[in-house]
């Protein structure tokens, strides 16, 4: 069983920019759907995944503004936040999704392959108006 460890957050201003990093030591990244969710009211919503051929997909409220990228020899995924406002504030969490089905794997962020990641501890973000 591997473990997520996430860093990077902190407080910006508006405009600002952040990368979060997430040491995923134990997970053998061809075999998991890797992703970025961050914490509402109504609980945890995805924001970026990157499957093990590179595919992205971003939720539309972060499209053009975070980027999400793996280093596939260091066990690392990233999450570079651009333009940063007061609405993604919160906390933000990495996460592993074992694929299933190897060989197609749909790392969408609603597809049900996220029904039951694991999880890292999460780094808060802070954009101040």
């Known amino acids: 069983q591997g473990r997520l460890v996430e860093s990077g957050g902190g407080s910006v201003q508006a405009g600002g920019s952040l990368r979060l990093s997430c040491d995923a030591s134990g997970y053998t990244f061809r075999d998991y759907c890797l992703g970025w969710f961050r914490q509402t009211p109504k609980g945890r919503e995805g924001v970026a995944a990157i499957?093990?051929?590179?595919?992205?997909n971003y939720a539309d409220s972060v499209k053009g503004r975070f980027t999400i990228s793996k280093d596939d020899a260091r066990n690392n995924i990233y999450l570079q936040m651009n333009d940063l406002t007061p609405e993604d504030t919160t906390m933000y969490y990495c996460a592993a999704a074992y694929i299933r089905v190897p060989g197609s794997p749909n790392c969408r962020l609603h597809h049900p392959v996220w029904s039951g990641p694991d999880w890292g501890q999460g780094t808060q973000v802070t954009v101040a108006s």
């Open positions: 499957d093990p051929d590179d595919n992205t």
